[in-house]
């Protein structure tokens, strides 16, 4: 852990954006969309768009639904014994449903961290 990062509360900059606001006053709003992040924060004009999360909410978002899809899967084909195609109905719409959800949880967690670390974007 690099000593620069104790300034600021990685788990509460985590939690904040977890439930979508700015990791640093936990009033902005972080999203200006659905998974785009505001430029800057209405609240207190932290410019949370230069923390670029890139393809790690998604890494993170695929493990967790993988790890959940698993025991589903298998107790719903045990315990239920659907028709196979109902059931590859049910999951294709509950799993699509579930990674919009988990992602943009996750990216906003993923995006609080950066904050925390202070791990933004030096420009290229
Ligand atoms: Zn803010």
């Known amino acids: 852990m690099p000593s620069a990062s104790t300034d600021r509360d990685s788990g509460r900059a985590m939690r904040r954006g977890l439930i979508g606001r700015c990791p640093n006053c936990g009033q902005g709003r972080l999203f200006a969309g659905y998974l785009r992040i505001s430029p800057t924060c209405p609240e ?18 695929i493990s967790i639904v ?29 799993i699509t449903i579930l990674t919009l959800v988990v ?3 996750v990216k906003g967690a993923f995006v609080g961290y950066l904050w925390s670390m202070h791990e933004m974007d030096k420009g290229a």
């Open 66 to 94: 993988g790890l959940l899809l698993v025991p589903i899967l298998g107790w719903s084909f045990v315990i239920l014994r659907p028709d196979p195609l109902v059931l590859a109905l049910i999951l294709t719409v509950s």
């Open 103 to 105: 992602l943009r949880l």
């Open 44 to 61: 207190c004009g932290e410019e949370l768009g230069r923390y670029r999360a890139a393809d790690g909410p998604a890494f993170f978002t």
